[in-house]
């Protein structure tokens, strides 16, 4: 059974940073794309970043020059560093493994930015 693990979620200050990981466990199958969502209080799910296996990255406009997002395909992790925090950042992060036929969702962490 295929299971995807955030941590690295908590409380940081404006213009703080946190790193977030995501374990996938349960496969020995790579993945087409891995990559972040996250959903603010009150508000849909949206697009953070994503990555394919070959390293291609796309950012969220809300984030871009702010997050970085990486993987290690070895390991079935993915990685986001988030830098210059916003207190609209404030959200849960979830993770995301996608295959042409199906997407795996972690649980989701918890990130409060407060100003």
């Known amino acids: 059974q295929v299971q995807l693990v955030e941590s690295g979620g908590g409380l940081v200050q404006t213009g703080g940073s946190l790193r977030l990981s995501c374990v996938v466990s349960?496969?020995?199958?790579?993945?087409?794309?891995m990559g972040w969502y996250r959903q603010p209080p009150g508000k849909q799910r949206e697009l953070v970043a994503s990555?394919?296996?070959?390293?291609?990255?796309n950012y969220g406009d809300l984030v871009k020059g702010r997050f970085t997002i990486s993987r290690d395909n070895a390991k079935n992790t993915v990685y986001l560093q988030m830098n210059s925090l916003k207190a609209e950042d404030t959200a849960v992060y979830y993770c995301?493994?996608?295959?042409?036929?199906?997407?795996?969702w972690g649980k989701g962490t918890l990130v409060t930015v407060s100003s």
């Open positions: 349960g496969t020995v199958f790579s993945f087409n794309a």
């Open positions: 995301k493994a996608s295959r042409p036929s199906i997407n795996y």
């Open positions: 990555v394919t296996s070959g390293g291609s990255a």
